[in-house]
């Protein structure tokens, strides 16, 4: 009896939500939605939460296949097959979107964000809606934002216990300018790369080292080709849920709500599982032999203050306008 009446209510289930997408403008679309890490990565997590979202409130009418590991290419690719109507969603670092729209380049800005909060409490206000609706004219869609979250530095050649031991060391970077720049800062050689090339460059030694979360260190087995993380914190990703233009003007206004909400409730999710694993990704990554140093409070003021010049120029770069927004809905943020 207790089994029957199980399988009547999963049935009411099934028939409510097919018909609450009968109910909706929802027609049948396959997405395909492409991220550089593996599968495991927090952000993978976040794809998978997102497929599973829409193809409930759809009513199984739209399907979403992820494309994780950069199997679909880099970012740059990506965002290319975005504009070309090729690729349907990708997720990725959104400083990388200064490429199509220089005011993005401040979410690359060192030591910008204190703290996850005040992340959050940014771009999920005014002023990330306002970069994300800048998009548009770029033939992107920008939906929402989750995290990749705070970086730190790795390498094979030594400890860095003072900001003088990163001096000459070869550090992949995000292809952007701001982080050619800081890297050079700190009189080390920044080699832009994309991110599927990484690890075999550091197994090869044609880089020393790189800078990345923790989660994204350890979902891509850097430990084997790295031995010493240095936990700077020194930068903060937001990564932006982007939509192809071409595709999203084919969709009902029933769809984009439907993609729209899955994208904001699945990077709620997304974000929760990225900060429950950070205490325990570090301690993976200890195991794995990597030897953790943390700089004293005294380096990491010599740090900011080589940075410093750095802000100031692409502070000049983004404008004026965008860096008091920025500072105002930080300064909210902290009251």
Do not use: C
């Amino acid at each position: 009896m207790k089994r029957l009446m199980i399988k009547t209510l999963v049935a009411a289930a099934a028939l409510a939500t097919f018909g609450l997408a009968a109910a909706q403008d929802i027609k049948e679309h396959t997405i395909k939605f492409a991220h550089q890490n593996p599968k495991g990565h927090p952000i993978v997590m976040g794809m998978e939460k997102f497929a599973e979202i829409v193809a409930a409130k759809s009513g199984g009418k739209i399907k979403v296949n992820l494309f994780p590991g950069g199997v679909l290419g880099g970012d740059a690719p990506n965002v290319s097959g975005l504009q070309g109507g090729t690729i349907e969603m990708v997720v990725l670092n959104s400083g990388i979107m200064a490429s199509q729209v220089k005011e993005f380049a401040i979410y690359d800005f060192p030591f910008l964000f204190a703290n996850a909060k005040e992340a959050d409490a940014v771009v999920d206000g005014p002023f990330g809606k306002k970069l994300h609706d800048k998009l548009q004219e770029k033939g992107i869609v920008g939906l929402a934002y989750w995290e990749l979250g705070f970086r730190n530095m790795t390498n094979s050649k030594r400890a860095i216990n003072k900001v003088e031991d990163l001096a000459g060391l070869k550090i992949r970077v995000i292809p952007n300018p701001i982080n050619l720049d800081w890297v050079k800062a700190l009189d080390a050689n920044p080699t832009p790369m994309a991110f599927p090339e990484v690890y075999a460059a550091l197994e090869s030694k044609a880089l020393d080292g790189q800078e990345n979360p923790l989660s994204t260190i350890l979902a891509n087995k850097f430990p084997e080709v790295q031995k010493h993380l240095t936990l700077t914190n020194h930068v903060y990703n937001p990564q932006s849920v982007i939509v192809s233009k071409k595709f999203w003007d084919t969709l009902t206004n029933d769809e984009k709500k439907l993609l729209g909400d899955a994208a904001i409730e699945a990077g709620k999710y997304q974000r929760q599982t990225s900060r429950d694993a950070a205490g325990a990704t570090l301690e993976a990554l200890k195991k794995a032999g990597m030897q953790v140093t943390e700089l004293p409070p005294a380096e990491t003021a010599k740090l900011r203050e080589k940075m410093k010049p750095v802000i100031a120029k692409y502070s000049a770069g983004v404008g004026e306008s965008t860096v008091n927004e920025m500072m105002a809905e930080l300064a909210k943020a902290r009251k």
